[in-house]
């Protein structure tokens, strides 16, 4: 489970908070909407630990996670472009969820070579990732959130620029995965279609005059 209590954060230099209180179980997608500005990607960044609050905490499990750098908190995040290195193939850029340096035993050369079957890129292996289309390379990045194997997932309009067919299939990949993986999952979007179609709970951010609060729909 990801809860985030309490948390408070401020920009320097401003005196509005952004207040936000949420638990998502596993297995549950969440999807966050709401006008630019109002927070969204502020709190993904918080729990990802790109920013720190001012107080409050963020817990996956039961444990904190504030006191983890970034690359050591148990989650993935999907971002709307730039979560592939272009120069390396498809299953290298895969293969850094598992290990940085790319050196792969046999059983985790398997994973990859799974995961890529997953998302239907298996014959894409060796390409490099510069070569393949958007959709194709928002598959490999959603292929390495597989073989991280992380219980929490984050998702930052990832397929907002994809034409609406490659859309509909990356969110039921999505949906799939997360029902298969048990991941609790927050999903910032600006289109309330992309929660109906992974049959997400929508919550929206509202800018109010102190404060940033969550309003359920």
């Known amino acids: ?11 320097p230099g401003q005196s509005q908070d952004y207040k936000f209180e949420l638990s998502i179980a596993a297995g549950e997608i969440l999807g966050l909407t709401g006008k630019s500005g109002s927070g969204k990607s502020t709190l993904l960044d918080l ?18 996670l504030l006191p ?4 050591d908190r148990p989650l993935t995040i999907l971002f709307q472009k730039n979560n592939l290195f272009d120069h390396i193939t498809a299953a290298q850029n895969v293969g850094l ?11 985790q ?7 890529l079957d997953r998302v239907g890129l ?15 390379q928002q598959r490999i990045a959603l292929a390495r959130s597989l073989v991280r194997n992380k219980p929490v997932l984050l998702l930052d309009e990832p397929f907002s620029a994809l034409d609406a067919d490659t ?17 609790a ?20 951010l509202l800018q109010g005059k102190k404060s940033l609060t969550f309003a359920q729909k």
């Open 1 to 11: 489970m990801l809860e985030v209590k309490n948390l408070v954060f401020r920009h």
């Open 47 to 64: 729990i990802a630990g790109f920013l720190m609050p001012v107080s409050g905490d963020v817990m996956i499990g039961g444990q904190s």
């Open 68 to 71: 983890l750098p970034p690359e």
């Open 97 to 107: 969820g598992i290990n940085t340096s790319l050196r792969l035993t046999a059983t």
């Open 109 to 115: 050369q398997n994973q990859v070579d799974q995961a």
């Open 122 to 136: 298996a014959a894409a292996a060796n390409q490099r990732a510069s070569s393949l289309s958007g959709g194709e």
């Open 167 to 183: 859309r509909a299939e990356m969110l039921q990949l999505v949906r799939e995965i997360v029902d298969e993986k048990q991941l």
């Open 185 to 204: 999952t927050l999903m910032v979007t600006h289109d309330p279609k992309d929660c109906e179609a992974l049959g997400a709970t929508k919550t929206t």
